[in-house]
């Protein structure tokens, strides 16, 4: 693998790893709250786990992944990046 390729990779896996991951448990969530509101009961929700992420999920987080892809001219349909012919 390319110098600084193996670091910029492990980023940005566990970059979309957590976000994944975030999308999943608030759709699950969400999912759980409106199951119980449509019982009458008052949704519980829980979402410190969710902000627990937000670490790895956040804006500059994605820059410092897009910087990378531009300067290594990496072409993606990440971030909704793509440039090049469907």
């Avoid at 600084?4 to 699950?28: A, C, F, M, P, W």
Wanted: aromatic share 6%.
């Amino acid at each position: 693998m390319p110098e600084g390729y193996q670091k910029e990779s492990e980023r940005i896996s566990q970059y979309i790893t957590t976000v994944n991951e975030t999308l999943d448990e608030i759709d699950e969530t969400v999912s759980n709250s409106m199951d119980d509101a449509d019982k009458g009961d008052i949704p519980k929700v829980n979402i410190k786990s969710i902000f627990d992420k937000i670490g790895v999920v956040n804006g500059k987080e994605q820059k410092k992944i897009e910087d990378f892809l531009d300067k290594k001219k990496i072409d993606t349909k990440a971030f909704g990046r793509h440039q090049g012919k469907e």
